[in-house]
Each structure stands twice: as structure tokens, then as C-alpha cells.
């Protein structure tokens, strides 16, 4: 089992999601935050919250669909700020909720890998902005990726039926929608964006995505619904998004969890190693947990140690089980024979039950015997 860890930024709100790949671990830990940066007199910097000395001299809001703007970002004060800068900021905010982070736990058995999320519609210069803004604060070894990608990458670890699907993202915010179509994972061309008011609708945006890449709705597996900012409050509205593209399209479709938690858990499930399967997989369960509690406390200390012992008790189960069958499933066959309806055989009444039992004997001592050499090895 490992961890990863899943931050985003949005416009209104943001999320750090800490999620395990292992099936039948605990739910993701989700921490939801105001996206307002509070930047207090002695320099500190906090998300959501107030300076670390207790006041705060200004505050930035709305940076996010300002990266990439030569004018940057007004704080409250008329102080002007690079807009990548300030969300490189937020996102090292969000992290700080997590450290100290602990030196095991991670997909390569070190500390646990970070992935953050940037707005599928993005131009590549935008994304280098961020990427330069996290080095440059001492943040190289978080990995970015699209929304879409981190959405994609929940679905397929938790709803998808087979693998290398061909899946749509229909992203809603305050200031209009973003279509991106992702397949087995990966980012197809660029996505489209339409501003709110535009006077289409979801299933015309959808479709002029595929038209596109010269696809039909036909070719699409999925879609998946999600929302940021006001819009995405009205749950009402999202379902009703996943419903006409469902109805008119033919297509199946679902609102992500949160709608805005789908990118940062997608991302946390990335960041624990999740790669898009090339065949049918178990599910983790991933549900959103909600609470706010400590990230830490999540990780096990001896992750490895538990994990086999785990295994070893389940598979000991599973054997045990499968005696209790195998005798029960004997029983059964025995009632239901009467040696004098049977024309085959001239045993007497309960002539076949010593075969009967002797063989489920033999079947319950092979079974016992692989148990053991399978609790020896683990």
C-alpha cells in the first residue's frame, strides 16, 4: 500500500486530498479551503486562513485565471503580484497542511509523492509559468497535471468497467465550460473552452469536441460532469448536465464527487502510483471522506508489515471457507441420492457415503495443506 497526495486550486475553494492505492484502506482524508491568500505583517502567507501572527495586511483572491497576465494580480492593498507566483503560493499552503511529511509511505517506499492540478484549458506557456513559479519556491518535486487527466484518472480507478477508454470532461465554472476528452490516461490535443452565455449547449460543445478529432458520440465511453466556484453549488444543475448528455447522446455519464474534489483526489490517486490499467482491475474504493483530521496519522508506520499480515489472514479465511463448502456441498449431494432410485449402483442404503466422506476428506486436507504453504510464504 502506498500514499499520494492530491492538491488543487481552485477558484473558489481548494483541495488537499491524501488517498491510498491499497483495496480496503481507509477512505481519502479531504481538507477544503477558501481560495483567498492571506499575507500577514511579518511575510507569512496562509490559505483560507489569517496571518500566523494573528492579522493579516492584505489579501489576493481570484489569481488563478490570472496566470499568464503580464499585469499579474491585485492584493487588497494595490499591491501587484505574478499570478503564477501567488498560486505556487497557495498550492505550498495547501502542502504545509501535510508536512512534516514522513520518509516512508511513498510508491517507491520513500516519502509520499505530490501531484497538483492546473485548469485543462491552460496553454503550455501558462503551465510553464506554474512550473517555473514551484521551482523557484523550493517546490520541484510536485508533478503537474491537467485537470481533465486527474479526473479521468478517478474514473478509471473507480468506475471504469474496462480499460484505454475513450472518456469526456465536462468542466463548469463561473465564467463558462471547458470540454477535454482524455484517452487511457492522456490528454487528447487541447481542450476546448466555451464562455458562459455562449448560447450552446452541453451536448453541442461535446460534440464539437469530437467533431474535432473526427470522432462521434458513439466513440465515447463516458463523460464526466464537474464544477468549480458558485456553479458548482448547484447540484441540481450538474446532475441535470450528466442526464441530457446521458439522453440525448447516449452516453454514460456521472457528476464527479465534490463536483470540485474529482481533479485533487484523481491527482492523490496519482500520485500513490495509479497507472491506467491495460485490464480490468479491483476497486479501491475511493469515496470522499470529508473530514478534516491529521494527514499524517493516515500513513501506517510499518505499511509493509501490516499489509502481509493482512493478506495472510484473508487468504487463511478464504481457505477455511472454501473446507467448510467443499464438506457442506458433500453433505448435500448425499442427502439428495437414494441408492434405491439409482440404477447403477446394488450398494445397500449409505453404501457411497465412506467414498463420500473419504473424499472430502482428501479435499479438506489438500486444502489445509496449500494454507499452510501459502501462510509459510507470506
Known amino acids: 500500500m502506498s500514499v499520494g497526495i492530491g492538491l488543487r486550486v481552485g477558484s473558489i475553494v481548494s483541495h488537499t486530498v491524501i488517498a491510498s492505492n491499497g ?16 499575507v500577514g505583517s511579518d511575510g507569512s502567507t496562509v490559505l483560507g486562513g489569517v496571518g500566523q501572527d494573528g492579522g493579516t495586511e492584505h489579501t489576493l483572491s481570484g489569481f488563478l485565471s490570472r496566470v499568464g497576465d503580464p499585469e499579474g494580480v491585485a492584493a487588497s492593498d494595490g499591491t501587484r503580484y505574478r499570478a503564477e507566483d501567488v498560486v505556487a503560493t497557495a ?21 509520499p509523492h505530490v501531484w497538483a492540478t492546473y485548469p485543462s484549458n491552460w496553454d503550455s506557456e ?25 479526473t479521468c484518472a478517478w474514473f478509471e480507478s473507480e468506475v471504469a468497467e474496462t480499460p484505454g477508454q475513450l472518456i469526456g470532461t465536462y468542466h463548469a465554472d ?61 447540484t441540481v444543475a450538474m446532475k441535470g448536465v450528466a442526464t441530457a448528455l446521458t439522453d440525448r447522446l447516449g452516453v454514460h455519464s456521472v ?33 470522499p471522506s470529508y473530514d478534516v483530521t491529521e494527514v499524517i496519522s493516515a500513513i501506517p508506520g510499518s505499511v ?14 478464504l481457505l477455511t471457507a472454501s473446507a467448510v463448502g467443499a464438506i457442506q456441498a458433500v453433505r448435500d449431494v448425499d442427502a439428495d441420492v437414494d441408492p ?31 494454507g499452510a504453504v501459502l501462510v509459510f510464504l507470506l
Not at 503551465?127 to 523550493?138: F, H, I, N, Q, T
Not at 467414498?355 to 486436507?365: N, Q, T
Open 126 to 150: 501558462s503551465v510553464a509559468d506554474l512550473r517555473e513559479s514551484l521551482d523557484y519556491g523550493g517546490m520541484p518535486q510536485i508533478t503537474l497535471v491537467s485537470d481533465a487527466e486527474a
Open 304 to 317: 509493509r508489515e501490516v499489509r502481509e499480515v493482512t493478506d495472510a489472514h484473508e487468504r487463511s479465511s
Open 91 to 111: 498550492i505550498s499552503s495547501l502542502l504545509h497542511e501535510c508536512e512534516p511529511l514522513p520518509d516512508h509511505g511513498g510508491r517507491d517506499g520513500g516519502t
Open 174 to 234: 463561473d465564467a463558462g465550460t471547458t470540454v477535454s476528452l482524455v484517452r487511457s490516461g492522456v490528454l487528447v490535443g487541447r481542450s476546448f473552452r466555451f464562455p458562459a452565455g455562449s448560447g450552446t449547449s452541453p451536448t453541442a460543445q461535446l460534440s464539437t469536441a469530437l467533431g474535432a478529432f473526427g470522432w462521434l458520440p458513439s466513440n465515447l465511453d463516458a463523460v464526466i460532469v464537474t464544477g468549480d466556484g458558485l456553479v458548482a453549488r448547484d
Open 23 to 38: 483495496v480496503g484502506t481507509p477512505d481519502p482524508i479531504v481538507i477544503v479551503r477558501d481560495t483567498v491568500l492571506h
Open 340 to 370: 434405491e432410485d439409482d440404477p447403477d449402483t446394488d450398494a445397500p442404503s449409505g453404501g457411497g457415503r465412506p467414498l463420500l466422506l473419504a473424499g472430502a476428506l482428501a479435499l479438506i486436507a489438500a486444502v489445509a495443506l496449500i
Open 255 to 287: 457528476v464527479g464527487p465534490g463536483p470540485e474534489q474529482a481533479a485533487a483526489l484523481g491527482a492523490a490517486i496519482l500520485a500513490a502510483g495509479f497507472q491506467t490499467p491495460a485490464m480490468a482491475i479491483r476497486r479501491i474504493g475511493l469515496p
